[in-house]
């Protein structure tokens, strides 16, 4: 195929990966049209509704709107837009399997299997399968045995990998302005490659644009969730030293973000990162270099799964230490933020849920509000024991949530948490009122000239002995 051929490209998978990208490359390819497909015919409704759509993205409603119905649909024709495509993304759901033997856990790939078979079953002409969702090495080797083996006689695939780096809360953004575009292939799909490469170079530099082979492509993407991820758990471990000998972890990240070979990004102490990729991704690292006899490798990179558990775990037990017998008598605490980060309305893998857990199993009653997550969304996410039920409230607003609240407890840093009449909150509470701020991004001296006993990440407290 060549890359003035391509006319035509389906989406397997409307989630959120699979819509904002479909999306902007709408947007930037008008004369492409792009169809994105899934079985779940609730999904695809809300993607078609007039009114918000199944996920919250900055910018996307604007870009969606713009396209939809012009070259961006979406369907549950998912054999119909197959076989009209000449590019199949796929961009479907890769979990963690069941843990088996040693410390990670392999991939779900079950849905991966099924689109292939699909693609099989329906082409009628060439057509380059791409990888988009997130696979461990050896699974574009995987779909290719599928295609040649299900295929029909004369139909010719090709796999690629071009793994997303989409950050949620700034998904838009990075799609229209990426740092790089991965296309990986095998051997003798360079035609596919440079055809799938035409479609990003309608607003993407050619210098951004890197082809390599399909294992490198599809390591790329762990190695590179891997790396980020374990500058949040080496930030948070040192976090967890300037609690202990009275250093602040803000002035000790700025001193070396400012460090040429090290920078900034993700040096942000906090309760811990949470998402859909990150522990899945370090997860799949793992099983990967158990199954090769890499073990030192696999507890290296466990290692970093295990600090962001402890993060938490220590977070809590401050909160523990402050609020003491109360917690343990039902004293009612204020969950601000709920989804693992803000800008996104996700809670897979969000560090509120084990916070939330743990106080629950310390006795307290919890007041929970996020701006963008569903009530029903926050109460599947939390432990399905009946007998915590009675004790969380779903607030609509911060002001509800506080209300009567022993503590407030900051886990998703929402801008408008920092600009609330927090002498309001402090009037609203039981006294004495404590702010445990699990990002720093409230102004704990201004808190605590309020009256609050206000307990941040990464510094010591002067408020009880105990949270040295």
Known sequence: MTAASVRRVCCIGAGYVGGPTSAVMALKCPGIQFTVVDSDAGRIAAWNSAAALPIYEPGL??????????????????????AAADIVLLAVNTPLGPRGAGLGGATD???????????????RRPTIVVEKSTVPCGTGELIAGILRRDGRPGVGFSVLSNPEFLSEGTAVRDLLRPDRVIIGGLDGSE?????????????????????????????????????????????????AVCEAVGADIADVSRACGMDSRIGGRFLHASVGF???????????????????????VAEYWDQVLQMNSSQTARFVARIARAVGCDLDAGAEVAVLGFAYKAGTGDTRNTPAAPVCERLLAQGARLAIYDPKVPARQIRDA????????????ICSDAYEAVAGARAVVLLTP????????????????????????????????????LGFRAVSVGVRTTHHPKLK
């Open 109 to 123: 790939l079950s849905a991966i299997e099924q689109c292939a078979r699909t693609v099989a079953r329906v082409a």
């Open 274 to 296: 949470g998402g859909s990729c990150f522990h899945k991704d370090i997860m799949g690292l793992v099983w990967l270099a158990e199954s090769l006899g890499l073990h030192d």
């Open 61 to 82: 409603d604007e870009v969606v709107r713009s396209q939809r119905g012009r070259n961006l649909w979406f369907s549950t024709d998912i054999d119909a837009a197959v």
């Open 414 to 449: 929402w801008p408008e948490f920092a600009t609330l009449d927090w002498a309001r909150v402090h009037g609203l509470m039981a006294q004495p009122a404590y702010v445990f701020d699990g990002h720093r991004a409230l102004d704990a001296p201004a808190l605590d000239r």
């Open 191 to 239: 035609d596919a490659q440079r055809a799938l490469a035409s479609v990003y170079a309608h607003w993407v530099p050619q210098e951004r644009i890197v082809t390599m082979g399909l294992w490198s492509a599809e390591l790329a993407k762990l190695a590179a969730n891997a790396l980020l991820a374990q500058r949040v758990s080496s930030i948070n471990s040192i976090s």
């Open 382 to 393: 939390l432990p399905a024991e009946s007998h915590y039920h009675h004790r969380v409230r």
